[in-house]
T-cell receptor, first 111, second 114 residues
Framework: DAKTTQPTSMDCAEGRAANLPCNHSTISGNEYVYWYRQIHSQGPQYIIHGLKNNETNEMASLIITEDRKSSTLILPHATLRDTAVYYCIPSGGTSYGKLTFGQGTILTVHP | NAGVTQTPKFQVLKTGQSMTLQCAQDMNHEYMSWYRQDPGMGLRLIHYSVGAGITDQGEVPNGYNVSRSTTEDFPLRLLSAAPSQTSVYFC?????????????FGPGTRLTVL
């Protein structure tokens, strides 16, 4: 499985965009990049995933660099409810849906 | 749909006791899995199942048993609880467990072993 590096913590003002980076320089060609988040004491929640192209859904946007060695999750208008731990997880190939959670980034959204 | 449900929400055991954590999903998902999360840590995979009658070990399987007799249910058994098994346990499911399948997590069971 690819190793990931994420900032330990980040802050964001409410209403502003939150940009969460992730380095996954050892990602293999058939691994997707998944983003999940975990709000305090709850089960993880799927946000978005992508392989090569940038992706957008109702929750967030995902920007993947051309060499696929890093990605950025963008929450366009952060709210207090977006305060959570965000996990960047490469997954695919033979891992058959198994998710390897690292330490993630603690995002705190301030009023 | 209720999604993924887990019972109980909280449990306290004494060392050596046994118990079963229940997990059920109503989305007709083939793939189900169990994770544990220790304080300040990410989730670690215990066991997983790609369909009824099929189970396999994850990263930290020791001390836990699973079975999958139906598509809906995937119970996790602790045969002889140890303090090291104090953790929060999450069950998850996805349509087939394929690379691009989204995984849905339950609310968790908080287990304390004294």
């Amino acid at each position: 499985d690819a190793k990931t590096t994420q900032p330990t913590s980040m802050d964001c003002a409410e209403g502003r965009a939150a940009n969460l980076p992730c380095n996954h320089s050892t990602i293999s060609g058939n691994e997707y990049v998944y983003w999940y988040r975990q709000i305090h004491s709850q089960g993880p929640q799927y946000i978005i995933h992508g392989l090569k192209n940038n992706e957008t859904n109702e929750m967030a946007s995902l920007i993947i660099t051309e060499d696929r060695k890093s990605s950025t999750l963008i929450l366009p208008h952060a709210t207090l409810r977006d305060t959570a731990v965000y996990y960047c997880i490469p997954s695919g190939g033979t891992s058959y849906g198994k998710l390897t959670f690292g330490q993630g980034t603690i995002l705190t959204v301030h009023p | 749909n209720a999604g993924v449900t887990q019972t109980p929400k909280f449990q306290v055991l004494k060392t050596g006791q046994s118990m079963t954590l229940q997990c059920a999903q109503d989305m007709n998902h083939e793939y189900m899995s169990w994770y544990r999360q220790d304080p300040g840590m990410g989730l670690r995979l215990i066991h997983y199942s790609v369909g009824a009658g099929i189970t396999d070990q994850g990263e930290v399987p020791n001390g836990y048993n699973v079975s999958r007799s139906t598509t809906e249910d995937f119970p996790l058994r602790l045969l002889s609880a140890a303090p090291s098994q104090t953790s929060v346990y999450f069950c998850a499911s996805s349509r087939f467990g394929r690379v691009a399948d989204t995984q849905y997590f339950g609310p968790g069971t908080r287990l304390t072993v004294l």
